[in-house]
């Protein structure tokens, strides 16, 4: 139990490190290095972070997928995220409880559709034919390649929280 509670201190620590580097040191995987897997995690499964690969700038135009490490709270299995978004996670959000949010949710498809294309008028379409993007490069930080380059199965989607309404 010791030894888990070091590796985990270390972890965060790495997250630490990983957002406080400059840009120009990162590199890319292609996604075919993963192994996805949709099933691993259900829309809303609770997580904790333990690893987050950074990003080199906003990814405005989507061309590449955040590495996530977490551990489902279900479960106890550890898996890769990957997601378009960098959340600027910090030391202080190892000990958050996130919610997993997957590439299906109206969310996730509405965060990847080009928002200058919404109407003014709030109509977005049959949002059920709003396809995701399918991305093929992962960055990664090869100061981090140990806990980033593992084996764990992966999904696609995203980090975020599902508050309860209040009262609840």
Known sequence: ???????????????????????????????????????????????????????????????YYVQVVAISQKSGDTFNILTPLDNGFSKEDGDKVYNFISENNIIYKLMQRDVQHIPHSGDLGDISKIKSKRIDRVVRDPKFDEIADNKYLTVIGMVGTSNPPPGN
């Open 1 to 63: 139990m010791k030894n888990t509670q070091v590796f985990f201190v270390l972890l965060i620590v790495a997250i630490l490190s990983a957002c406080s580097e400059p840009a120009t040191h990162y590199k890319f995987w292609n996604t075919s290095k993963f192994q996805l897997d949709s099933t691993v995690l259900r829309d809303n499964d609770e997580i904790k972070l333990i690893y987050t690969s950074g990003s080199p700038d906003n990814n405005e135009d989507l061309s």
